[in-house]
């Protein structure tokens, strides 16, 4: 009788044990990831190396690509 209950009770313990774990994924793959994504910046590097985010509208473009001369120049300063 007693081996029984053992074996009721353990077989409890896993089918709430795989319910809770099922649920938990089921509810985070519900949810996703709410990771907000601002598409108004731009991912930069810093002179030191370090990663900033800039928004684009504080950038000014004149459209217009530089030469290999220019740019030989620019990184010699």
Do not use: H, P, Y
Not at 26 to 39: A, E, I
Not at 46 to 71: A, F, M, W, Y
């Amino acid at each position: 009788m007693e081996e029984s209950s053992i074996k009721q009770s353990r077989q409890k313990f896993l089918l709430w044990g795989a319910v809770v774990l099922s649920s938990v994924t089921v509810f985070k793959f519900l949810t996703g990831s709410k990771k907000k994504k601002n598409d108004n910046t731009i991912k930069m590097l810093t002179q030191d190396g370090k990663l900033v985010e800039i928004n684009r509208d504080l950038l000014v473009s004149s459209g217009k690509k530089i030469s290999n001369d220019e740019l030989k120049q620019w990184i010699k300063k």
